[in-house]
């Protein structure tokens, strides 16, 4: 079956380190996004690349980065500059064409303590 | 710049009954689209409908649908004959005529449960 690949579904991180989640899709999209949701708000716009090799940042992209050397993976790494990092991840992938919906991933939820 | 609002943080209805989830926004854009997204308690999204503006006709999808009113800027959607598999937060989203999915704005989301 085609879909998006998220792992780990849980993360633990000490504040200070850096940390990848992973994202991996089998649904042959050129495009693919990095959300971030936290408790009682919408789904925030972090990163998104519609073309292998190249990525722009969103809403929110300070204190991540990303890169996109492959169709199929889209691993955002989130570092020790952001400065809450604890919250729920989501990455999605879609045909980048006006209309097209989102597919997600299941999440990463990440803890920094 | 576009916004979504969800008015309702929490509702819940008896299964088998009907329920109606609010979403207003706000645009000046005359073509747009809109979206109801589903996150359920294992928390992958999942698109629920969608409904293009030009369009009058309401969208459906089996027990869901749209109440589309430009004019107000308004897309509630109502869910038929409720299940207990309907419990999830539902997402209204907005996408703009120049954008593809990296123009979504999303409101905050109403968490439906549904009692048996």
């Known amino acids: 079956d085609g879909g998006i690949t998220q792992s780990p579904k849980y993360l633990f991180r000490k504040e200070g380190q850096n ?3 992973s994202c991996e899709q089998n649904l042959n999209h050129d495009a693919m996004y ?3 949701q936290d408790p009682g708000q919408g789904l925030r716009l972090i990163y998104y690349s519609q073309i292998v090799n190249d990525f722009q940042k969103g809403d929110i992209a300070e204190g991540y980065s990303v890169s996109r050397e492959k169709k199929e993976s889209f691993p955002l790494t989130v570092t020790s500059a952001q400065k809450n990092p604890t919250a729920f991840y989501l990455c999605a992938s879609s045909i980048p ?5 989102l597919h997600f991933g299941n999440g990463t939820r990440l803890t920094v303590t | 710049a576009q916004t979504v609002t969800q008015s309702q943080p929490e509702m819940s209805v008896q299964e088998a009954e009907t329920v109606t989830l609010s979403c207003t926004y706000d645009t000046s854009e005359n073509n747009y689209y809109l979206f109801w997204y589903k ?3 294992s928390r992958q999204m999942i698109l629920v409908i969608r409904q293009e503006a030009y369009k009058q006709q309401n969208a459906t999808e089996n027990r869901f649908s749209v109440n589309f009113q430009k004019a107000a800027k308004s897309f509630s959607l109502k869910i038929s004959d409720s ?3 309907d419990t999830a937060m539902y997402f209204c989203a907005f996408m703009g005529p120049q954008g593809g999915s990296e123009k979504l704005v999303f409101g905050k989301g109403t968490k439906l449960t ?3």
């Open chain 1, 19 to 21: 940390v990848t989640l």
């Open chain 1, 34 to 36: 990095w959300y971030r």
């Open chain 1, 97 to 101: 064409t006006i209309n097209s919906p």
């Open chain 2, 39 to 41: 996150q359920p308690p």
């Open chain 2, 83 to 85: 299940q207990l598999g």
């Open chain 2, 114 to 116: 549904v009692n048996p």
